[in-house]
């Protein structure tokens, strides 16, 4: 008899966790590697924030808090919608987790029932169709096409049926760093308010990761006749350098919020009472690093892709935003690694490249859309250029 559940044989494990515990693990036997396998800045967490934390500790908020967030983050969250996105919430339509992919189990696990389907534009987030699949839900994959990576509206037409719950849309994204223009949303909003059973969940993690002159709206700011259907998700991890300390929200329909902090009730309780005060302070308090941190990473980019386009056989895209390339690899498939293995998909490539330079990255199949694989480019320009020369390397070798 199995151990594994039948929710749990619907899953598969995190492959962008995977890729990275698998660096670690060469890294401990003394290989030289250079993982860029994890979205994870390489920046600290501003020292205002940790000074909050430890305020928070010395004045003894170490106890259990209410389930689903503090009233003081709730109302910093409330503040940042109505100054970042126009989008006007009181706290009883706020919900804190302990990090971003509660907030989306939470949604999931609190609205699914056998049957209902969610669409999930691809290249997705790694989790998106495991959580849906756990829940009970069925993921509904739309391919979208490089160099764009961004879903047409057409195709959402095309995807929608009467089973059609849930549509998630990650802007920028992770893994392609696509990012929705206002325009853009307007057309897929079009769709959406012809389907009132669909609602949104737009995961915004990324929002303060773009580059050049790219403008941020979020769904429900360009159409609020979505707002009633939409949950808009947001956090703290990347913008401010905070994946450690787990905290992540959103903002939306009350009766939604209510069903979410019910689960979150009987699952994880309460986010940690010392991240949520780290977290008031993080965005209530001074703001001023977030571009200088984002022109850092547009400069990476730009490193990143002018060196993969250098590459034999590979096609980078240029992203809007987040800190991901996604680069096609079709112009080597059928060739032979030194190994003398036939690069047959992405995963081959990416399996062939660690084990001939030291360079790990996560293959596309893990997030739906091949044969491609994503970079994460939140590391130092020294270790980007070094990983970039050996994907040169490795790619001229092959035969």
């Given at each position: 008899?199995?151990?594994?559940?039948?929710?749990?044989?619907?899953?598969?494990?995190?492959?962008?966790?995977?890729?990275?515990?698998?660096?670690?693990?060469?890294?401990?036997?003394?290989?030289?590697?250079?993982?860029?396998?994890?979205?994870?800045p390489?920046?600290?967490?501003?020292?205002?924030?940790?000074?909050?934390?430890?305020?928070?500790?010395?004045?003894?908020?170490?106890?259990?808090?209410?389930?689903?967030?503090?009233?003081e983050?709730?109302?910093?969250?409330?503040?940042?919608?109505?100054?970042e996105?126009?989008?006007?919430?009181?706290?009883?339509?706020?919900?804190?987790?302990?990090?971003?992919?509660?907030?989306?189990?939470?949604?999931?696990?609190?609205?699914l029932?056998?049957?209902?389907?969610?669409?999930?534009?691809?290249?997705?987030?790694?989790?998106y169709?495991?959580?849906?699949?756990?829940?009970?839900?069925?993921?509904?994959?739309?391919?979208?096409?490089?160099?764009?990576?961004?879903?047409?509206?057409?195709?959402?037409?095309?995807?929608?049926?009467?089973?059609?719950?849930?549509?998630?849309?990650?802007?920028?994204?992770?893994?392609?760093?696509a990012?929705?223009?206002?325009?853009?949303?307007?057309?897929?909003?079009?769709?959406?308010?012809?389907?009132?059973q669909?609602w949104?969940?737009?995961?915004?993690?990324?929002?303060?990761?773009?580059?050049?002159?790219?403008?941020f709206?979020?769904?429900?700011?360009?159409?609020?006749?979505?707002?009633?259907?939409?949950?808009?998700?947001?956090?703290?991890?990347?913008?401010?350098?905070?994946?450690?300390?787990?905290?992540?929200?959103?903002?939306?329909?009350e009766?939604?919020?209510?069903?979410?902090?019910?689960?979150?009730?009987?699952?994880?309780?309460?986010?940690?009472?010392?991240?949520?005060?780290?977290?008031?302070?993080?965005?209530?308090?001074?703001?001023?690093?977030?571009?200088?941190?984002?022109?850092k990473?547009?400069?990476?980019?730009?490193?990143?892709?002018?060196?993969?386009?250098?590459?034999?056989?590979?096609?980078?895209?240029?992203?809007?935003?987040?800190?991901?390339?996604?680069?096609?690899?079709?112009?080597?498939?059928g060739?032979?690694?030194p190994?003398?293995?036939?690069?047959?998909?992405?995963?081959?490539?990416?399996?062939?490249?660690?084990?001939?330079?030291?360079v790990?990255?996560?293959?596309?199949?893990?997030?739906?859309?091949?044969?491609?694989?994503?970079?994460s480019?939140?590391t130092?320009?020294?270790?980007?250029?070094?990983?970039?020369?050996?994907?040169?390397?490795?790619?001229?070798?092959?035969?």
């Open positions: 008899m199995s151990l594994e559940s039948a929710a749990l044989a619907r899953v598969k494990p995190s492959a962008t966790m995977a890729a990275d515990a698998k660096a670690r693990e060469l890294k401990a036997q003394g290989r030289d590697i250079i993982s860029l396998a994890a979205g994870e390489d920046f600290d967490t501003p020292d205002n924030i940790k000074d909050a934390a430890i305020r928070a500790i010395r004045d003894g908020k170490t106890k259990y808090t209410n389930v689903d967030g503090i009233p983050l709730k109302a910093a969250i409330c503040a940042k919608f109505a100054r996105n126009g989008l006007a919430y009181k706290p009883g339509q706020i919900n804190v987790s302990p990090g971003g992919k509660p907030v989306i189990w939470n949604a999931m696990i609190a609205t029932n056998p049957g209902d389907e969610v669409v999930i534009p691809a290249p997705y987030w790694v989790s169709p495991d959580m849906v699949a756990l829940a009970g839900g069925t993921p509904r994959a739309i391919m979208t096409e490089a160099p764009s990576f961004k879903v047409r509206p057409e195709q959402l037409e095309a995807a929608i049926t009467p089973r059609t719950r849930w549509l998630i849309l990650n802007s920028p994204s992770n893994p392609s760093g990012a929705y223009t206002k325009a853009e949303l307007r057309a897929l909003a079009d769709v959406l308010l012809k389907h009132p669909v949104i969940l737009t995961d915004d993690m990324y929002e303060h990761l773009v580059f050049g002159d790219f403008a709206f979020t769904i429900a700011q360009v159409e609020p006749a979505l707002y009633e259907r939409t949950l808009t998700m947001n956090g703290v991890s990347k913008a401010y350098a905070m994946t450690g300390w787990r905290i992540g929200y959103a903002g939306g329909p009766p939604l919020i209510k069903a979410m902090a019910k689960v979150e009730s009987q699952t994880t309780s309460n986010p940690c009472s010392i991240s949520q005060w780290a977290a008031v302070e993080a965005l209530s308090g001074p703001q001023d690093f977030i571009k200088p941190n984002a022109r990473f547009e400069e990476r980019r730009d490193l990143v892709v002018s060196m993969l386009n250098q590459a034999r056989g590979i096609r980078c895209p240029t992203p809007e935003g987040a800190f991901y390339v996604y680069p096609s690899v079709e112009g080597l498939i060739k032979k690694a190994s003398g293995k036939v690069i047959g998909s992405d995963e081959d490539f990416a399996v062939e490249l660690l084990e001939a330079e030291g790990s990255v996560v293959f596309g199949a893990a997030f739906g859309l091949s044969p491609f694989f994503r970079i480019y939140a130092s320009n020294a270790n980007l250029e070094e990983a970039c020369s050996r994907i040169q390397r490795f790619c001229a070798s092959l035969g």
